[in-house]
Nanobody, 124 residues
Framework: QVQLVESGGGLVQAGGSLRLSCTAS????????MAWFRQAPGKERMFVAV????????HYGDAVKGRFTISRDNAKNTVYLQMNSLKAEDTAVYYC?????????????????WGQGTQVTVSS
């Protein structure tokens, strides 16, 4: 069983930045594809960004492309989401997710493990 713990959320003004972190338990983190999703009130959970196990390939949702950066440190079992130029519409609960031993995916159903989520609120 893999446990994921997110941190770094909070309240920020529009145009500001935040960095989210997600730390995983276990010793096989370097075999996981890791992703970030977000869910705003009354809306479905949506794909934000994904990074493959080696860190060599990333992919972003259209809404965040050019503003958000996903990265990982396999030595620390941690994946990050650097969020810049934040907008009010980025307000959501952000979740990290793990997909062991398989490649890149943007579908929620393809991820086996989820964190509890961290709230990001952007004031306009």
């Amino acid at each position: 069983q893999v446990q994921l713990v997110e941190s770094g959320g909070g309240l920020v003004q529009a145009g500001g930045s935040l960095r989210l972190s997600c730390t995983a338990s276990g010793r096989t983190f370097n075999t996981y594809t890791m992703a970030w999703f977000r869910q705003a009130p009354g809306k479905e959970r949506m794909f934000v960004a994904v990074i493959v196990s080696s860190g060599g390939v990333t992919h972003y949702g259209d809404a965040v492309k050019g503003r958000f950066t996903i990265s990982r440190d396999n030595a620390k079992n941690t994946v990050y989401l650097q969020m810049n130029s934040l907008k009010a519409e980025d307000t959501a609960v952000y979740y990290c997710a793990a997909r062991p031993f398989r490649g890149l995916s943007t579908w929620t159903d393809h991820y086996d493990y989820w964190g509890q989520g961290t709230q990001v609120t952007v004031s306009s």
